[in-house]
Nanobody, 127 residues
Framework: QLQLVESGGGLVQPGGSLRLSCAAS????????IGWFRQVPGKEREGVTC????????KYANSVKGRFTISRDNAKKMVYLQMNSLKPEDTAVYYC????????????????????WGQGTQVTVSS
């Protein structure tokens, strides 16, 4: 059974760092684009970053460029989101998602493309 489980969220002060993990099971990770998205109450889920099946293409939302880094370890079936220089506006529930249709060298930050989601992990940036 296909499953995604996020972890690593928590409370951090502005300027701090967190590393989120997404553990995959029940499928071959390299067959999927992986994306990290976030959502706050009352707002739509927004794309944060994605990594192509090949791992050669990374995309970031403008709001996180230079601060967040996505990576994947297909052998371990893990995807990571390193978040540095966190800001209060980064507070949200963070989700990892899977997308299968894109070519190996592409990824997109459109939620409509993603078919499977984890349960999310809360990130709160506050002093």
């Amino acid at each position: 059974q296909l499953q995604l489980v996020e972890s690593g969220g928590g409370l951090v002060q502005p300027g701090g760092s967190l590393r989120l993990s997404c553990a995959a099971s029940g499928f071959t990770l390299e067959d999927y684009v992986i994306g990290w998205f976030r959502q706050v109450p009352g707002k739509e889920r927004e794309g944060v970053t994605c990594i192509s099946k090949s791992g050669t293409t990374l995309k970031y939302a403008n709001s996180v460029k230079g601060r967040f880094t996505i990576s994947r370890d297909n052998a371990k079936k893990m995807v990571y989101l390193q978040m540095n220089s966190l800001k209060p506006e980064d507070t949200a529930v963070y989700y990892c998602g899977l997308e299968a249709r894109s070519d190996r060298g592409l990824c997109f930050l459109s939620t409509a493309l993603y078919n499977y989601w984890g349960q999310g992990t809360q990130v709160t940036v506050s002093s």
